[in-house]
């Protein structure tokens, strides 16, 4: 009888108004940047932004240069300036240290799903990622797949080389650790300089299931240093948690979990280690509806947001209904969104929109940029793809 108490008793909380209490929704303003095209033959896609806050602060978008066919079919990465709050941006240029290239083993590989972010112990700008191998130039190899970096003087804003980061060849649970990356992988920086970066890998090389983790890393300004990492997060059923991404609010942290067929959540106190993840949620106990694809956050105004993708938005002609950009106010304790706070950030518009980067400018915006991807049969299918920025303010 004992444990049927406790199980009426956690269903019959469930179904209270979990923010009654609490959380004061932050109404938000939003404004449409200047967005950066495409091109005939390719498209940007994976599109970041950091800000700079030198002596005369300016902005950098990272682009990978992707072809209008196939999957993954990721070539190299460009970039492009804004020096008036993304009023403008200058021609993309190639990074030279980013391409894709050719090793001597045959395989070409293309750095990826990068994130730029500014290092403010450092005063540089790291970007962390992933990268795709190709066998022949054609033939995707998961199994080769690396943490990626590379840092960029913001006095130059010249990239140095591509770097990989050292990882433990086993986890706390004793199996090898297989094909870490850190793709779409949003981060956070503690004030003593160390970078605590979500990453994902396999157990076993046969089995494409990802275990993910948050790693502890020293950075000095030029290498990037495992340190230790905390809970080891795995969901046994088809790819397992992926694409994790990490945010701090008011002294707790917050990760958000891809997996095939939902989206999950988890909080903790020191970056690393966290509590069994959920299911997301609307405050109201019904599932967000995102699915099979990224979720990422932004802190804005003392609120604490998602940014994300779900079903049920009129918008099944969509794969994996990737559009509309929907943003929500979290509730830090519950870990759930508050459902009146819900709006569209980026309207659908037959063109995808889940593969998308946030950028804390200040405790009072930030900016959201995503790269449409053009649907193969959609009614835009022959248009050339957009880089649509948004900034975000109270309201």
């Not at 939003?30 to 005369?56: C, H």
């Not at 095939?260 to 970056?271: E, K, Q, Y």
């Not at 967000?288 to 979720?295: D, F, I, R």
């Amino acid at each position: 009888m004992l444990q049927y108490y406790f199980i009426i008793t956690a269903l019959s909380v469930s179904l209270l108004p979990v923010t009654a209490q609490a959380v004061e929704p932050v109404p938000l303003k939003f404004e449409n940047l200047t967005s950066i095209d495409g091109t005939n033959q390719w498209d940007w896609w994976q599109a970041r932004t950091a800000y700079i806050p030198v002596q005369k602060p300016f902005w950098v978008t990272t682009m990978s240069e992707t072809g209008k066919t196939g999957t993954h079919n990721f070539h190299d990465i460009y970039q492009t300036f804004s020096e008036d709050g993304g009023q403008s941006w200058s021609q993309p240029e190639i990074i030279p240290t980013l391409r894709r290239h050719e090793q001597s083993d045959g395989y070409e590989v293309a750095p990826g799903d990068l994130w730029p972010k500014w290092h403010a112990e450092s005063k540089t700008v790291l970007i962390t990622g992933k990268t795709f191998n190709f066998k022949g130039g054609t033939k995707e190899n998961f199994t080769r797949e690396r943490v990626s970096y590379a840092v960029m003087d913001p006095q130059t804003r010249k990239w140095g080389p591509l770097k990989f980061l050292k990882t433990p060849e086993k986890d706390h649970a004793g199996f090898p650790i297989i094909a870490p990356n850190a793709g779409c992988n949003q981060r956070v920086d503690l004030p003593d300089g160390d970078v605590l970066l979500p990453v994902r890998y396999q157990r076993d090389a046969k089995k494409r299931n990802y275990t993910s983790v948050v790693m502890r890393c020293g950075f000095d300004g030029k290498t990037l240093t495992y340190k230790e990492h905390g809970s080891e997060l795995n969901l046994p059923k088809r790819r397992g948690f992926y694409e994790p991404s990490l945010e701090e609010f008011q002294g707790k942290f917050y990760l958000t979990l891809r997996t095939d067929r939902s989206a999950f959540v988890t909080s903790g106190s020191d970056g690393i280690h966290f509590d069994p993840p959920q299911e997301w949620k609307f405050d109201d106990g019904k599932l967000l509806g995102s699915h099979n694809t990224q979720q990422h956050w932004v802190t804005v105004g003392d609120g604490l947001f998602l940014i994300y993708t779900r079903r049920g938005a009129n918008n099944d002609h969509i794969i994996r209904n990737r559009a509309p950009l929907f943003i929500g106010q979290v509730d830090p304790e519950s870990l759930r969104v508050i459902r009146k706070t819900e709006r569209i950030l980026l309207p659908e518009n037959h063109a995808t929109l889940g593969n998308s980067g946030t950028c804390r400018i200040s405790d009072n915006q930030a900016w959201v940029t995503c790269g449409e991807g053009m649907l193969a049969h959609g009614k835009r299918k022959r248009d050339n793809n957009k880089v649509l920025i948004v900034k975000i303010t109270p309201e």
